[in-house]
């Protein structure tokens, strides 16, 4: 997230035995050699947690699958162990994500802590053995053309408050560390930067203020839905979206990354007028990444007749998103070769040098 003996269930359909380990390759060994450029002309795939809308979310293949599809980055959420190891994992608690309750032998390690206010039980993530941020990254950097990595600080205040490293170190420290240690760094679209493409992205914006002081890599802050608060300011959505705090959090971020029935409401499933939130956020230089698209009916409002297509097209097209959190990196893939194929090879790396120049100028 190091001893990790037990293998979650949706890890153990994936991979034989848990003496494999590491699956992947630490630091990365295999071949490098000229890539394909990450696109810049079209708003960004960014495979949810892999292609977790195919695999099991946060897993290698997940991860491998959705760069077979054509994502331009992959997320994930980085947690800590109690032990200090950095992985990926959405949950704190493992109950939703393996069959851990069926174990009785795990039973006296159930807890119960304060989690963003409210008390969480269940079995937190310890020693078991998860995909390890490193890991993740490897997979990145091992892929056949350039793809970026978006890792997510994920519950920052609780990994503080549980897990101490040493020196007096942060969780955040622990998180930019293991990025300088693959070659992270650089600012939006700057030649380090394009070379091995990064965004971090957090709930809690004063660890976003923190890690810029320790990187000029683009920040993301993301927004949850209107009735939560920040984890660590206690801040409400109407005080995230002012003009006010947008002015304040855009000179630490390049941009946000908003729920998307925040930015669209719905009632009853059936959209109703978009809120000025993309408008006011582009007038600020900041991009606009939405969470999350997928496939399935239930989650494909009525105006989009079961197509996610359809979809994809509205938030593109009509409400002028700069990226997509999508759990089908495939179908968000598909849509964008038909209505927005790349150009070839060469003028790509034109458009890249155009994009550098014009991002220099802009931060000039």
């Given at each position: 997230?190091g001893s990790?003996?037990?293998?979650?269930?949706?890890f153990?359909?994936?991979?034989?035995?848990c003496?494999?380990?590491?699956?992947?390759?630490?630091?990365?060994?295999?071949?490098?050699?000229?890539k394909?450029?990450?696109?810049?002309s079209?708003?960004?795939?960014i495979?949810?947690r892999?292609s977790n809308?195919e695999l099991?979310?946060?897993?290698?293949?997940?991860?491998m699958?959705a760069i077979?599809?054509?994502a331009?980055?992959?997320e994930?959420?980085?947690?800590?162990?109690k032990d200090?190891v950095?992985?990926?994992?959405?949950d704190?608690?493992?109950d939703?994500?393996?069959?851990?309750?069926e174990?009785k032998k795990?039973?006296?390690?159930?807890?119960t802590?304060m989690?963003?206010?409210?008390n969480?039980?269940?079995?937190?993530?310890?020693?078991?053995?998860?995909?390890?941020?490193?890991?993740?990254?490897?997979i990145?950097?091992d892929?056949?053309?350039?793809v970026?990595?978006?890792?997510?600080?994920k519950?920052?205040v609780?990994?503080?408050?549980h897990?101490?490293?040493?020196?007096g170190?942060?969780?955040?420290?622990i998180f930019?560390?293991t990025?300088?240690?693959?070659?992270?760094?650089g600012s939006?679209l700057?030649?380090d930067?394009?070379k091995?493409?990064?965004f971090?992205?957090s709930?809690?914006?004063?660890s976003?203020v923190?890690?810029?002081?320790?990187t000029d890599?683009?920040?993301l802050?993301?927004?949850?839905?209107?009735?939560v608060?920040?984890?660590?300011?206690n801040?409400?959505?109407?005080?995230i979206t002012?003009?006010a705090?947008?002015?304040?959090?855009?000179?630490?971020?390049?941009?946000?990354?908003p729920?998307k029935?925040?930015?669209?409401?719905?009632v009853?499933e059936?959209?109703?007028?978009p809120?000025d939130?993309v408008?006011?956020?582009?007038a600020?230089?900041?991009?606009?990444h939405p969470?999350?698209y997928r496939?399935?009916?239930?989650?494909l409002?009525?105006?989009?007749?079961?197509d996610p297509?359809?979809?994809?097209?509205?938030?593109i097209n009509?409400?002028?998103v700069d990226?997509l959190?999508?759990?089908?990196t495939?179908?968000?893939?598909?849509?964008?070769?038909?209505?927005?194929?790349?150009p070839?090879a060469?003028a790509s790396?034109?458009?890249?040098?155009?994009?550098?120049?014009?991002s220099?100028y802009?931060?000039g």
């Amino acid at each position: 997230m190091g001893s990790r003996c037990f293998a979650p269930i949706i890890f153990l359909s994936l991979v034989a035995v848990c003496a494999a380990r590491p699956l992947y390759p630490l630091p990365s060994k295999l071949a490098q050699g000229a890539k394909q450029p990450l696109q810049t002309s079209r708003p960004y795939n960014i495979a949810h947690r892999g292609s977790n809308g195919e695999l099991p979310e946060e897993t290698g293949p997940a991860y491998m699958r959705a760069i077979e599809e054509g994502a331009d980055f992959i997320e994930g959420d980085i947690l800590a162990t109690k032990d200090g190891v950095l992985v990926c994992a959405h949950d704190l608690i493992l109950d939703d994500t393996t069959d851990v309750k069926e174990h009785k032998k795990f039973a006296d390690r159930k807890r119960t802590y304060m989690v963003q206010g409210s008390n969480m039980t269940g079995y937190f993530i310890g020693k078991y053995p998860i995909i390890t941020f490193e890991e993740y990254i490897s997979i990145a950097l091992d892929a056949p053309r350039v793809v970026g990595i978006y890792p997510e600080m994920k519950n920052p205040v609780f990994n503080n408050e549980h897990v101490k490293w040493s020196g007096g170190r942060r969780y955040e420290d622990i998180f930019m560390e293991t990025l300088q240690k693959y070659g992270y760094k650089g600012s939006y679209l700057s030649k380090d930067w394009l070379k091995q493409p990064v965004f971090i992205q957090s709930f809690a914006p004063t660890s976003l203020v923190y890690v810029s002081n320790l990187t000029d890599i683009p920040l993301l802050f993301l927004i949850d839905d209107v009735t939560v608060v920040t984890e660590d300011t206690n801040q409400t959505y109407s005080e995230i979206t002012s003009d006010a705090y947008l002015n304040y959090i855009k000179n630490y971020v390049v941009g946000i990354g908003p729920w998307k029935d925040t930015v669209v409401p719905v009632v009853n499933e059936y959209l109703q007028a978009p809120t000025d939130l993309v408008a006011r956020a582009h007038a600020r230089n900041l991009q606009v990444h939405p969470y999350t698209y997928r496939n399935e009916n239930k989650y494909l409002h009525f105006e989009f007749h079961q197509d996610p297509y359809q979809e994809y097209d509205y938030w593109i097209n009509k409400i002028g998103v700069d990226g997509l959190f999508t759990d089908f990196t495939g179908s968000l893939h598909r849509y964008q070769e038909a209505s927005s194929p790349l150009p070839n090879a060469k003028a790509s790396s034109v458009l890249h040098k155009i994009a550098a120049l014009v991002s220099s100028y802009k931060n000039g």
